[in-house]
């Protein structure tokens, strides 16, 4: 297996195979379909959603939204074709640079209810490639979360999440989950040793990760399961990325699909001393000075719902008063084409009339800018400048 050190960036993330049967070479995909021809620049990577879950009516409707991103099109016919859906903004564990991890005081704390999951799979079935079950909680604490992806997988559409997994499941709940179709279970594993894993996962349990992660491949196994593909993910800190070649050698041992390192996020401002690491190949370069001028994709390509129905229009904002509508309202297509998102699409085009300001009119994708207002110390993007803590 190839070293870490040897790895492409995926999305700001170093990942290797541990697994001859998961093939993530990108490369190689790229050249044997017609979905070839697009070469994405960002975190999102066509060629991680198998055949097998798109369509020709999934390819049109990517195709259409590329040309309409080219074109700057405010109004777009085409579809959104990911789409990050939160089961719950609850979360176990207390991660400082995490605005729920502090207990920022942002929208009411709720588990997604199944039947709004499905209305909005329902919706979207047809065009979108991709959902991930995450955002600013812990997907694990909903009973439910299982059937949402096995409504998600039969509906054609690829699944995956992050989960801490430092919460004592029942091995029926852990076998419901694994045969539920999901296609990608990241698993959050930020140390080796329990001293340095709970520096930032506050309140987590390392051997309770491990215990859940030797267990989950373990049915994987014994039902000859393709999917889901397990990966041991790590976010490099200034606090733990003495552990990263221990980090690679444990996850070998544990047998997962995939090893990933990622790179931290935070407040530049409060923040960046006390976590970013000393090796610069785990820091962005907008932490070291470089600004970016490039137009965001999310505009064009997709959208994140929160438990409560909001929608922000990517995953690093946690603010309600900056929603863009609410899909429990009304459709995904009318919040899609609304006021919100036709101001947002036109911030990088001159001498376009914008009816409202977002916060995407503020970002202009420099997301690691200090001049953001940032919840705490954490990455979270907010317009407010009074957020309360519980604490």
């Not at 907010?382 to 803590?389: A, E, L, R």
């Amino acid at each position: 297996m190839e070293s870490l050190d040897d790895t492409k960036a995926f999305g700001a993330a170093k990942r290797v195979s541990n697994n001859t049967e998961v093939d993530v070479d990108f490369e190689i995909k790229r050249g044997m379909d017609n979905w070839g021809q697009f070469e994405e620049d960002w975190s999102f990577a066509i060629h991680e959603v198998p055949k097998e879950f798109r369509s020709s009516k999934k390819f049109d409707n990517f195709v259409l939204a590329k040309q309409e991103e080219k074109e700057q099109k405010f109004i777009l016919k085409s579809k959104p074709y990911h789409i990050e859906i939160e089961p719950t903004n609850i979360c176990n564990l207390h991660c400082p640079l995490c605005s729920t991890g502090v207990d920022a005081i942002t929208r009411p704390k709720q588990h997604l209810k199944l039947e709004n999951f499905k209305k909005l799979v329902d919706e979207v079935k047809d065009t979108t490639l991709m959902i991930a079950l995450q955002n600013w909680g812990e997907p694990t604490l909903v009973k439910d979360l299982p059937k949402m992806i096995r409504y998600a997988t039969d509906a054609g559409i690829w699944t995956h999440m992050s989960t801490n997994f430092s919460i004592k499941h029942s091995d029926e709940w852990l076998q419901e989950l694994i045969k539920s179709g999901i296609g990608r279970l990241k698993i959050d594993l930020d140390g080796t040793t329990q001293e340095v894993y709970e520096k930032y996962r506050i309140g987590g349990n390392l051997e309770l990760v491990l215990k859940n992660t030797k267990r989950v491949i373990e049915i994987k196994k014994e039902n000859n399961l393709k999917y889901p593909i397990i990966q041991a993910r790590m976010i490099a800190t200034k606090k733990n990325e003495h552990q990263i070649s221990d980090f690679e050698k444990l996850s070998k041992e544990l047998g997962v699909d995939e090893i990933e390192v990622g790179n931290i996020q935070l407040n530049p401002n409060t923040a960046a001393d006390e976590w970013l690491p000393e090796d610069k190949n785990y820091v962005y370069d907008t932490y070291l000075g470089a600004n970016r001028v490039t137009p965001c994709h999310w505009p064009w390509s997709g959208l994140v719902v929160n438990s409560d129905g909001g929608v922000t229009p990517c995953t690093i904002v946690d603010d309600p008063n900056s929603d863009f509508g609410n899909v429990f309202e009304t459709s995904i297509m009318d919040v899609w084409n609304n006021d919100h998102y036709v101001s947002s699409r036109t911030t990088w085009t001159e001498n376009a009339k914008r009816s409202t300001t977002t916060i995407c009119t503020l970002c202009r994708n420099d997301t690691h800018n200090k001049r953001l207002l940032r919840v705490g110390d954490t990455f979270s993007l907010t317009m407010n400048p009074d957020v309360k803590f519980k604490k």
